[in-house]
């Protein structure tokens, strides 16, 4: 689950008349999360009285990609994307964690499969996505259980080939998310969850709003303002989860919004946590180095440099991670 020409902007943005609208492009992906019911309804546009300019991709590299020409300031990406790119020097900073993956992604093994724990999986084809979040947690998880993942046949697939190859019964297992998700489960059985994975080993996966530093210093004020729309939305989920049912306002905007069947939103965003401000300003974006964010981006990217995806780690994480504007919203 994205620069230089951002400073162009800037300078335009402050050489403009004062009474001009200021304007941002925000870039979102399809996850199924409580926010999209604050897209629907405008909410940031009332909050800031900026102009929004939503802008939807297929995954977290076009965001990079988008981020670094200066055509989107903020953007909706996962940790695996957004280790990579701080890896890389992208200057983008974590301000928000949209959702903790949690049991949205799940090992699964096929029914009949031999596979009832993760030593089974010697021998075993496991397919996902390569240098995706289950790809680290595959790895993680492995490497817990004492397995060599030499040991292991894992395939590199996307989660339409990995639908295929499961229906053709070409794998035993998969480490993937919804919409493959849930169908393998139907004749499958979850071995274990990226959640389980972050609270055994403290190596955790997230999505998360990252924004160009540069232009962040020039829209403090509106950073506040937006993470105090995302919590609410977060809140509003959290104390009314009975109330969002198919045919519910709220599970329509998010099925608008994410691209997800209304039936199948409840039960997927339920897979989901969604860390409260308040532990998001102590836990995992405070912190510094041994903040929960910091130490996942860094254990992400030493996994990344084991697969040749970067060429060099960080030496503190922290340096991407800005809790200033939640302890801001918490004021």
Not at 103 to 126: F, P, Q, T, W
Request: proline share 4%; aromatic share 8%; charged share 25%.
């Amino acid at each position: 689950m994205k620069r230089w020409i951002i400073g162009l902007a800037v300078a335009a943005v402050a050489a403009a008349p004062a009474f001009a609208q200021k304007e941002v492009t925000i870039a979102y992906q399809d996850m199924v999360v409580p926010y999209r019911i604050a897209q629907e309804a405008k909410e940031l546009e009332k909050a800031t009285g900026y102009k929004i300019n939503w802008k939807q991709f297929g995954g977290g590299g076009e965001v990079i990609k988008a981020m670094a020409s200066g055509a989107v300031q903020v953007g909706e990406i996962g940790s695996a994307g957004i280790a990579a790119s701080v890896s890389r020097g992208e200057p983008l900073e974590l301000f928000w964690i949209l959702d903790d993956i949690g049991s949205a992604e799940a090992l699964v093994a096929r029914n009949g499969s031999g596979i009832n724990g993760i030593k089974d999986l010697k021998g075993k084809k496991i397919a996902m996505p390569y240098n995706s979040t289950t790809h680290f947690h595959t790895i993680v998880a492995l490497q817990q259980a004492g397995v060599n993942p030499a040991d292991v046949q894992i395939l590199n697939m996307r989660p339409p080939e990995v639908r295929a190859a499961w229906q053709r019964g070409d794998i035993d297992a998969t480490f993937i998310w919804n919409p493959v998700l849930s169908e393998v489960k139907k004749n499958g059985k979850v071995i274990l969850t990226s959640g389980k994975i972050s609270a055994d080993t403290g190596k955790a996966t997230f999505d998360g709003f990252v924004v160009n530093k540069d232009w962040a210093k020039q829209h403090q004020d509106f950073l506040v303002k937006f993470v105090k729309v995302l919590a609410a939305s977060d809140d509003r989920y959290r104390k009314n989860k009975a109330k969002w049912t198919a045919g519910s306002d709220e599970v329509k905007a998010v099925a608008k919004w994410s691209g997800e069947k209304p039936e199948n939103v409840p039960e997927g965003i339920a897979l989901y946590e969604f860390p409260t401000a308040q532990d998001q300003a102590a836990k995992w974006l405070g912190g510094g180095k041994n903040s929960i964010a910091a130490k996942a981006l860094a254990a992400t990217a030493e996994f990344q440099l084991s697969q040749k995806q970067i060429e060099k780690t960080l030496p503190d994480y922290s340096v991407a991670v800005n809790p200033s504007y939640v302890q801001g919203a918490l004021k």
